[in-house]
Structure formats: C-alpha cells, structure tokens
C-alpha cells in the first residue's frame, strides 16, 4: 500500500513537470509569434501611405500572423514564408529578419523594394530561397549570405545593386539558382563559384561593368544547366572546361568581349539546347564538333570574326531551329548536310563570304519561316524547290550572284511576307503567281535585268506596301489592276522601259507615301486622279515624255513635301494652287516648256527651303519681291528662261547656297551680298544688259539704289551727313578696339600665365593647315581674348576671330580634357579651326588644327560650304544622342572618332548608350535603324549623304515602320527588317541607298533596315 501511494505520487509530479514544460513552451512560442506579428506589422507601415489593399487583414493585435496574406506559417505557428509579388509596396528591405527564426523563403519582387540588403540577412540561417528581383534595391550584396548553408536560390536580379560578386558566395554549398542579371555590379566572376557542386543556373548577365575571364573552375559545377553573362565586359576565351558540363542546356554570353576560338571541347555538352554567342570577336573557324550536340536547337554566332567554311557536320544537328551566323568571315558554300535539318525555321548566313549554290535540299526544312542569304557570293539560279515551303514568309537574297529567272514555283510559298532579291543577275519577267500570294508585303527586285511587263495579276496582291522594280529593263505599260492594291504606300518603277499613259486608277491607292516613275517613257498627260493621293509626300516622274498642263488639282496634295516634274513636255503656266502645297520642300519643274510669270503663291510656301528649279523653261515677266519670304531656301536656278528686270529682289535670300540665273533678260547691277560675289560668270552668263564683270562697280546695295531714285537733293544731303556722323562714330570704336587688341595682345606675350594664349615665349605655336589659307596663325592667335568670346560648350571655348583680309572665322579652344581625349591622335578634318594641345594639359592649347567632332571631313580639302556638310555634322549629334559618347571621347577605344567607333561595331546595338539598352525591344529597333540614318548622313562623300529632307523623311518612316507591319510582323530583325533599301557592310552602310526620296545625285535613301542584327528570336534576353 505505501509502495503504491509512490507510485502514485511519482506519477502526478511526473504529469505536473510535462504540464509546466507544455506550458512554458506555448509560452515561448507565442512570445516568438508576438515578436513576428511585430516585426511584420512595424515593416508594413514605414510608409506613410496606406498599404495595399491586400494587406487589411495584418491586424497587429493578432497572436501570430499565419491567417495574413502574403504569410506561411509552420505547424508551430511561425512564419516560414513571405510571398508578395508585383504589388507596389515602395517599402525599404525588411530589417530584423533574424526575428524570423523559422523562415525559408524570402519572395517579395516585382515590388519596388528600396535601400539595401541588410548585413544581418546571414542570421536567418533557415532561410532556403531568397527572391527579390525587379526592385529598387541598392548598395552592394552583403558578404553574410555566405553564411546561409542551406540556402538555395539567391534571385536579386534587375535591381541597382552595385560592388562585385562576393566570394563568400562560394560558401553557400547548396545553392542551385544564382540569379544577378540586369544590376550594375562589377568585377570578375568569384573563382569560387567553382566551389558550388550543386549550381545549376548562373545568370550574371546585363552587369556591364562585370569583367574579366569566365572562370575556369565553372568546369567544375557538373550540375549547371545555364550560364548567362550576356552584355557584360567579360573577355578572354571561353574556356575549354566548360566542356566537362554534361548538362550544360544554355549557354548565352553574347554581346560581350570574348575573343579567340571557340573550343572542340563544346562538342562535349551534349545536353546543349541554346548556344548563344553572337556580338563577340571570337575567330578561326566552327569547329566541327558542334555536330555532335544533337539537342541543339539555336546557334547563334552572329557578328564576330569567324572565317573558314560552314562545317558539314552541322547538318547533324538534327534539333535545330535556329542557324544565324550572319556578319562573319565564313566562306565556302551552304552544305548540302543542311537539308537533313528538317526542324529547321531560320537559316540566316547574311553578310559573309558564301559562294557557290543554294542548295536545292534546303526545301528539306518544311517549316522554314526565314532565309536569309543576302550580301554574299552566292550563284546560280534560285531552286524551284524552294516552292515547296509553305511557312516561308522572309526570303532575302538580295546582292549576290543569282542569274536566271524567278521561279514561278514560288508563288507555291504562300505564308510568304517579304521577299528581296535586288542587286543580282536575275533575268527574265516577274512569275504572275508571286502576285498571288495573299500574305505578301515587300517585292523587292531592284538592279537586275528583269523584263517583260507588270502582269495585271498584281491586282489579286492586295497585302502588298511595297513594291520597288528600280533598275530593270521591265516595258508595257502600268496595268489598271494596280488600282486595287489599298494598302500600297511606296511603288518605285524608276530607271525601266515602260511606256504609255499612267491609269487612271492608280488614284485608288489612296495608301500612297511615295510614287517615282522617273526615268521611263511614259507619256501623256498625267492623270487628275493622282490628286486624290492625300498622303503623297513624293511623286517624282522627271525624265519622260509627259505633256500637257501640270493639273491644277496637285494644290490638293497637301502633305506633298517632294515634287519632280522635270525633263518631260509639260506647257502651260505654272498653277498658283501649287502654292497650296504647305508643306513642299524641294519643287523642280525644270526643263519643260511652262510658260507665263512666276506665280507669287509659291512664295507664300514657308517650308521650301531645299531647292526651288525652275531652269529650261519658256518664263517671263520680272522676278516677285515676295521671293524674299524664301529665307529658307538653299538652292534656285531660274536659267535659260526670258526673265527680265533686275536682281535686287535675291538680295533677301540670305541662306541661298546656290543660284543660277544665266540665260535670261536680266539687267542692272547686282546685290552687294556674299553670294553674289562668290557667283561664277557661268552662274550670271547669258544676261547681256545685266553688270557681271566681277568688277566692285556691278554690286549695288539695294536699299541705298531705291533712295538714290526716289530722294530728293535735300534729303541726299541729309543722308550724307547722317553717314558721315556714323562713319566717324565707327571709326572711333575701331581705334579703341584696335588700341584694346593690340593692349591684350602685348600682355598676352609677356605674361607667361595668361588663361586665354597661354603665356609669352616659353613654347612656340604649331599650325596645321589642310587647305590653302590667307591668314596666318599670329592673325588667329591675338583674336582669342575674351571680348570675342561667343560661346562656350562642354568641349571648349568659340572665340570670333577677324583675319586682316576682312574674313571672318570661328576658332575653338579645347578643354584641356577634351584637349587629353585628342592628344597625338591627327587631325583628319578642318574648316574651323581650333586649338590643340601638344602635350602640356595643364596650360593653354598651342597647337591650331582642324576640328574633329561635329566638322565635315570635307572642309580639310575645300571652302564651299554646302548643306551636305549641316547633314554630317547632324549625324554626329544623333551618334552622340544614341550613343551617350561625345564626338572626341576618352571612353571610345583607340582614340577612334565617335563615327568611326560605331562603324567597326557593325550595327551591333552595344553602341546604344547603357540606359537605352533597356528599352523594349520594338525600341531598340527603332533606335537602330535611326543609327543607320545617322551613319548615311555621316558618309565620308558630301554626294552619298542625304540631304536634311532625305533625313526627316526617313525619320518618319522609322516612326510609321512598325504601324506598317503591325499584321505581318515583318520586324524579324532585332535593328529592324533587312531588305535591299540598304545593304549594310561590315564598315558601315553600303553605298547603295535606294530609297524613300531621291537626292540630286540620283541616289536614293530609306530608312528600313539601316542596321543588320539578328532575328527577333536571335535578340534573346537571357543574360
């Protein structure tokens, strides 16, 4: 009995001890989860504002937060989860996160997370996922997620983090997802990184300051399935280990530095599926070993430096999709291997050296979407084999060798959207079943030897925007069927045969941007319907055999900002209703037989500021005073009419850069400007009663010929003695001013510390002239004081500068930064001049030479001025715009000039200043092609440029460019779609510009695919 009253004495204190253990570790939990509703709650309202509506039911008098949205709890009640994404919170990184014993995973992104990732992150020691990518956070990744053992996912990308990857990471033996794309961090990638067994995606990529090699030791990771450090300055090789990555799936490192081969070893990986390595310099050939990756489905390795031929083992590959190797040194012909690529959809081997034939098993690939073969060596005829895929929509051939005729089979390629096979050999006529394909867009077939006729099939295309047939022998006549083709806006059939009367249902193509008949026959008179193109902004159909009136009704076309009537027969007076035409630009009707009196309307047209040329014609009558309100205009040529009068009404154009008024009636003494006096005899020849000796006795100021006929002696008197009151007046302030120079200039010798000169005799001056100059450097030199200071930019100070002969130049100071950027670098250019250091930054500039930066390269060889030379210098703004890079700047390599660095980059849209790159997509195609604008304008030729409306035409082409493709989806590049307007080179532009408006030497200028890229597919963003 005692012994079982212990027992049962033993047992209630048994059952009081686990009460009171019970009790205490309740106690201790509700402690913890009193500590996290506080923890929580005191995060969520640092803001002022009000928190998102999803988180009402945070009631920080809650005993714990499991039932809160956004909160995962344990069965112990704590938290182990937080999950909030793309809610706008803009709440800084939650501090005391240690209070969280229990916490696993961290996702809060896509929520404008601000400040920094806080050191105390590494005592959150249960923490297995950390995630908050797309937000605001800054400073630098703290050193203690080294101590996160079990972590596993660490995703901080697309954040401003900066600093470099810390090796601590290395510490992290479990992690499997390293996620840092798209931040600003720096440095080389940890070697430690080799450490992590169990990594299995690195993404680093989109970090531009991120350097140095790819670490060998990543060979050692035998888990990792992606490695993406795409748009950084990673350099060197890639390394030969990474062919030990049996389950390597992705490896994008494109638009970087890597250089040298790319190793056998790859071949290895056979577990690769996308091999993205295109915007590099890697060389030397392909090596065959890529044939052995059988789930290879993209290669892309476009625009590097690979040379040697297409190695046939490719053709193995039998997963691929995609091929673009475009922009290389490749050589050889297309294996016929590749016809075992059944799953091919893109094939792109533009701009290389390809020769030999298109394989006629290419038609093999029946789901082909694009085949992009342009700017080889390529021969022979097109397959007709090629009819036969049905989902081609882009086939582009353009500038090869191709002969014979276009197959008929093609018309069998019904999903087929653009096609361009311009700057070949092709002969024969245009297959009507091309006009049958109802997707069809572009036909491009410019500068063959095409014949034959402009089947009336064409009316069955009513998809087609563009039609250009340029440069072909094609006769007969515009059929009447091309009325049903709505949605054209560009048909260009210059420089053919055709003949015959224009249709009148050609006013149906109410779509119309553009319409050059130029260089035909076609005769007649032009017909009233065109009236009806509302849109036409050019209508070009110089050198035919038109007759008749010009119809008055071309008053309508009030976007018409291009009109080229010349060389035909028209007769008649010139219609004042073409002074209707608000925004015409550039007007010639020259040479024709009009006839009667220069309609004042035309000058009523504020825009004409190109060229107005009314030569070779039958006009009379004098010359308007209202052509003064001409003051924009550059160009006018009014010879070999039966004009009379006196010149006197021209003296107000002050930006003409060009007249001709020979041949005609002219009398009288010419205007006093410095127009007249740089015009030729050859410019004023013809004009027997007019003075043009060359003599100072034919310059008449306008002004003072009307007071000396309509004043009386009185008031001549008056006048006398008000210009001799001034002429004293002005001789006074010159001796001053000359007492002030020649005061400035004495101390400017003796003082060895002058800011402006740079101090008396200690070094002497070095002149650098590249074109025959009438003053001297001593002329130059005393002009820069301040008094003739006009202006000061980031570069340096313009100074005014009077040279002895009367002649006045702009002289520029550089920096001494600026000066730093240029120094032993030559000059290549000059008009202007400008100082030039020698060597001692710290003082003034000594050496004069010529500009290089905004300047023309072709004012170092000529004085003429012309507005080619406005067109260079505003293509360099625009490379500055684009680019972020001043004209001369330290951060270019080489000390190359901002033109000259875009060029070698080959379009590559690594010249984008860094915030631009950001952009989306469908941007960066426009920014592109709007460099390649940039680059026409900037050609070294003053011929080749275009002029300003040839620019702002193409501008608003790019604008309207993807409007116009909206349901094809024809942008399949990532610089915009490729077609013949221009075939861009490996330097730059091609010379051949056919394009949207035509320049006066024939040249022609679009602004569609300016710049090569790859397709969209190529432009992934996966860094």
């Not at 582009?396 to 019904?414: Q, R, V, Y």
Request: a negative charge.
């Amino acid at each position: 009995m005692p012994r079982q009253r212990f027992n049962s004495a033993t047992k209630n204190h048994h059952q009081k001890l686990i009460f009171l253990l019970l009790l205490t570790l309740l106690s201790f939990s509700t402690c913890f989860a009193n500590n996290e509703v506080a923890t929580l709650v005191s995060w969520l309202h640092i803001s002022p504002s009000l928190p998102h509506s999803s988180f009402l039911n945070w009631n920080p008098s809650d005993p714990n937060p499991c039932n809160w949205s956004h909160i995962t709890c344990s069965d112990k009640k704590l938290v182990t989860q937080i999950t909030i994404q793309s809610i706008e919170l803009a709440l800084p990184f939650p501090s005391n996160l240690s209070s969280l014993k229990s916490l696993e995973n961290l996702v809060i992104s896509g929520a404008n997370l601000t400040g920094t990732i806080p050191l105390d992150i590494g005592l959150c020691t249960s923490l297995t996922s950390i995630d908050v990518g797309a937000n605001s956070l800054v400073g630098t990744i703290p050193s203690s997620i080294g101590e996160l053992q079990n972590l596993q996912d660490l995703i901080i990308n697309s954040n401003q983090l900066t600093g470099k990857i810390p090796v601590e990471v290395g510490n992290c033996t479990n992690l499997r997802n390293l996620i840092l794309f798209d931040n600003q961090l720096s440095g080389d990638v940890p070697i430690e990184l080799g450490k992590l067994s169990n990594l299995e995606v690195i993404r680093a990529g989109g970090n531009r300051d991120v350097t140095g090699k790819i670490p060998d030791e990543l060979g050692s990771c035998q888990n990792l399935k992606v490695i993406g450090l795409a748009d950084t300055k990673i350099s060197g090789s890639l390394p030969a280990s990474l062919g030990r990555l049996g389950k390597l799936q992705t490896l994008s490192v494109y638009t970087t530095m890597l250089s040298g081969e790319i190793p056998p070893d790859l071949g290895n990986c056979s577990e690769l599926i996308d091999l993205y390595l295109y915007e590099n310099r890697l060389s030397g050939s392909l090596p065959p070993e890529l044939g052995k990756l059988q789930k290879l489905e993209k290669m892309l390795l476009w625009q590097n430096d690979f040379l040697g031929p297409i190695p046939d083992e490719i053709g193995n590959c039998r997963s691929l999709k995609i091929i673009d190797i475009s922009l290389n040194s490749l050589s050889g012909s297309i294996p016929e291997l590749f016809g075992n690529l059944s799953k091919l959809e893109e094939l792109m081997v533009s701009n290389n050296n390809i020769s030999g034939l298109i394989p006629p098993v290419l038609s093999n690939a029946t789901t082909l979407v694009q085949l992009q073969l342009d700017t080889n060596h390529i021969q022979g005829t097109i397959p007709v084999e090629l009819g036969t895929l049905s989902e081609l929509s882009v086939f582009f051939a353009w500038e090869n060798k191709l002969e014979g005729s276009i197959p008929s089979a093609l018309g069998g390629c019904t999903s087929l959207q653009a096609m361009d096979m311009s700057d070949n050999l092709l002969t024969g006529t245009i297959p009507s079943s091309l006009f049958r394909l109802q997707n069809l867009v572009k036909l491009l077939l410019i500068s063959n030897d095409i014949s034959g006729s402009i089947p009336p099939e064409i009316g069955n295309c009513s998809s087609l925007i563009r039609l250009r047939l340029v440069g072909n022998r094609i006769s007969g006549e515009i059929p009447k069927e091309i009325g049903f083709l709505k949605s054209l806006s560009f048909l260009d059939l210059s420089l053919n045969h055709f003949v015959g009367a224009v249709p009148d249902e050609i006013g149906n193509c109410t779509e119309l941007q553009m319409l050059n008949l130029s260089n035909n026959s076609f005769g007649g008179n032009l017909p009233i319907s065109l009236s009806s193109l509302t849109k036409l902004q050019v209508l070009d159909v110089s050198d035919n055999k038109f007759e008749g009136q010009i119809p008055g009704s071309f008053g309508h076309l009030s976007s018409l900002n291009r009109l080229i009537l010349s060389r035909n027969a028209f007769s008649g007076p010139i219609p004042s209703s073409l002074g209707r035409c608000w925004n015409l630009q550039l007007l010639d009707l020259s040479s024709n037989s009009l006839s009667g009196t220069i309609p004042l309307e035309l000058f009523e047209i504020e825009g004409l500021n190109i060229a107005l040329n009314l030569s070779w014609n039958a006009l009379t009558g004098v010359i308007p005073s209202q052509i003064s309100a001409l003051n924009k205009l550059s160009t006018l040529d009014l010879s070999h009419n039966r004009l009379g009068g006196d010149l006197m009404a021209l003296s107000g154009l002050e930006n003409l850069i060009s007249l001709n008024v020979s041949y005609n009636n002219f009398t009288g003494y010419l205007p006093d400007n410095k127009l007249f006096r740089q015009l030729s005899a050859t410019e004023l020849a013809g004009n027997r009663g007019l003075c043009s000796s060359g003599h100072d006795s034919c310059f008449l100021n306008y002004l003072g010929r009307l007071a000396a006929q309509n004043s009386s002696d009185s008031n001549r008197s008056r006048r006398l003695k008000w210009a001799i009151a001034l002429l004293s007046v002005v001789a006074v302030a010159m001796a001053v001013v000359v007492v002030v120079v020649v005061f400035r200039v004495m101390k400017a010798s003796g003082e060895e510390t002058d800011s402006e000169v740079g101090g008396g005799n200690s070094f002497s001056w070095q002149f650098t002239p590249f074109q025959k100059l009438n003053f001297s450097v001593e002329q130059v030199l005393r002009c820069l004081v301040e008094a003739n200071v006009i202006g000061k930019g980031c570069s340096g100070v313009v100074y005014r500068a009077e040279m002895d002969t009367r002649e006045v130049v702009a002289v520029k100071k550089l920096w001494p930064t600026t000066t730093a950027a240029r120094n032993n670098e030559g000059v290549r250019d000059s008009f202007s001049t400008e100082l030039v250091d020698d060597g001692d930054f710290a003082r003034s500039s000594n050496t004069v030479a010529g500009s290089y930066g905004y300047i023309a390269p072709e004012y170092g060889y000529m004085m003429k001025i012309t507005e080619k030379s406005d067109v260079y210098s505003y293509g360099v703004v625009v490379l500055e715009v684009l680019t972020g890079k001043q004209p001369i700047d330290p951060t270019i390599p080489e000390g190359l000039h901002i033109v000259d660095w875009v060029r070698l980059r080959k379009g590559s849209t690594y010249v984008l200043d860094s915030s631009l790159r950001a952009r989306p997509e469908s941007e960066i195609d426009e920014m592109m092609q709007t460099l390649g604008v940039a680059l026409l304008c900037v050609n070294p030729s003053p011929d080749d440029r275009p002029t300003m409306k040839d620019v702002a035409a193409m501008l608003e082409e790019i604008r309207h460019e993807r409007e116009e493709f909206v349901k094809v989806d024809l942008l399949l590049k990532a610089n915009g779609e490729q077609d013949d307007e221009m075939s861009t080179t490996r330097g730059g532009p091609s010379k051949k510009m056919e394009g949207l408006y035509l320049g006066s030497n024939n040249t022609s200028f679009t602004a569609s695919s300016l710049s090569y890229s790859s397709s969209s597919n190529a432009k992934v963003a996966f860094k």
